[in-house]
Structures are given as C-alpha cells and as structure tokens.
C-alpha cells in the first residue's frame, strides 16, 4: 500500500475546464471610512475576487495521485488541460495569476490514473490523439471464471453453485454478443443479489430466477437478435 492522498474526479459531459482547475467564486469587499480629524474624512472601497482551486488544481499543487474516473465522459476541450500537466508538468491557468503565477508547477510526487469506456458506449466522447500520446494504455479485461464466481458469492452470499451457473450464462452470452454488447460482472452481480433477495436459486425450473434473467439481461439481449427475434425470446 503507497498510503498517498488520493483526489478522485468523476468524467461529465457538463464539465468545464473551470471544474478542473478552479473559478473566480464570490467577491470579498473592503470598505476603509476615516474620520479620526473632524475636519478630514477620507474613504476608500476596494473589491477583489476570489479565486477558488478546484481538485485538479489541488492535487497538482499538493502532490496526490488523481484518479480521473470515465475521464472520457467529459468533452475534449475541457481536457486539453492535462496537455501541459502530463508533459511539461505545468499547470496553466492564466485567470489564476492575480493570486500568484498564471503557471503553477506540478508537484513532483503528483500521478495520476485515467480510467475509461470504449468509444462504442453510449455517453462518452473521442478521446484527442494529443491526450493519448501522453497516456500509457492498459486494456482491463473480463476476469476469468473463477475469479467472476468468487466475486458474485462474495457480493451476493449465494452459494457456489448458484453463482457458478449465473457466471456460465454470462459467458455464454458474451460469447453471443455483436457490437460490444456484452454483459459484465455488474450483470452477475444483480442477477445474485436479487435472487438471494428473493429467496430463490439458480435453476431454470425455478420461476423467480426466471424472470430475474428476463428483467436483467434483456438490455444486454434484446439487440442480440436470431432469425429477426430477440435472443431472450427463445429462452
């Protein structure tokens, strides 16, 4: 365990590079009335902004490890920022020189994560070839079998033997699957706890695991079609 500090950020197609880095928020007002002399008064008024860093910011500045969830989620121009962070390890952030530099140097103990969806989901956006270049790509795969029953019992505290048949459809309909529709762990994982919420077991003459498959991995079937029919139809 590297006990670090960790900032997490969560990808949004609404974001703003102004959500990474920081905004002007809110103004602070000074009001100075001197009438120490009778005769003299004097006043002065002076407003100022105030500038806000956002997470980005902070973990630049303070060294954490970032971890940019479904950094694709969010809009290629409010990323352009991490150009500069990840390659010269400099922050720019031009509105933020009124508190200090325009620039603010990386912190050298600042890392960072990205993890994303592929292009074919729904929801997330083309990633910019300048962004990738400074990126080392580790392509996530399913886990194996064993691994997958291991962790729908864990989740779920079904038995063995139930989460070993909900794991092997699963497999069986990825092996199916056309245009990267394929179930995930996720999907086994529903399927178990719902069951074992239900009181039922992983047999196909038991009604109630039935129409738990139906609800749950029609989703995942219905653009999987047969002879013009959705493959959950001739289940």
């Known amino acids: 365990r590297l006990e670090r500090p960790v ?28 009438n120490f002399i009778h005769s003299v008064v004097k006043s002065e008024e002076e407003m100022q902004s105030i500038w806000a860093d956002n997470r980005l910011t902070s973990a630049c500045r303070n060294g954490h490890v970032l971890i940019y969830d479904e950094f694709n989620r969010s809009r290629p121009e409010a990323n352009n920022v991490l150009l500069s962070v990840l390659q010269e390890g400099i922050l720019s952030a ?23 969806n592929p292009e074919e989901y729904a929801g997330v956006h083309k990633t910019q070839d300048a962004l990738m270049d400074r990126l080392v790509t ?39 699957g056309v245009n990267n529709h394929r179930p995930s762990i996720r999907t086994g994982i529903m399927i178990a706890c719902i069951l074992a919420h239900r009181g039922g077991h992983a047999a196909w003459d038991d ?22 029919k959705a493959l959950m139809q001739e289940k």
């Open 138 to 176: 580790i392509q996530i795969h399913h886990f194996e079998r064993e691994t997958e029953i291991k962790i729908v019992e864990a989740r779920s505290g079904i038995p063995r033997k139930d989460a070993e048949i909900i794991i092997d459809i699963i497999g069986k309909l990825r092996n199916m």
């Open 94 to 116: 031009p509105k933020r020189s009124r508190y200090g530099s325009g620039h603010l140097e990386v912190h050298p103990d600042f890392c960072a994560i990205f993890t994303s």
């Open 7 to 34: 900032t997490l950020i969560h990808g949004d197609d609404e974001f703003k590079t102004s959500d990474l880095i920081g905004k002007h928020d809110g103004y602070r007002k000074r009001k100075l009335y001197d």
């Open 207 to 228: 009604p109630i695991f039935l129409r738990i498959c139906q609800d749950v991995l029609n989703t995942n079937t219905i653009k999987i079609t047969r002879d013009g």
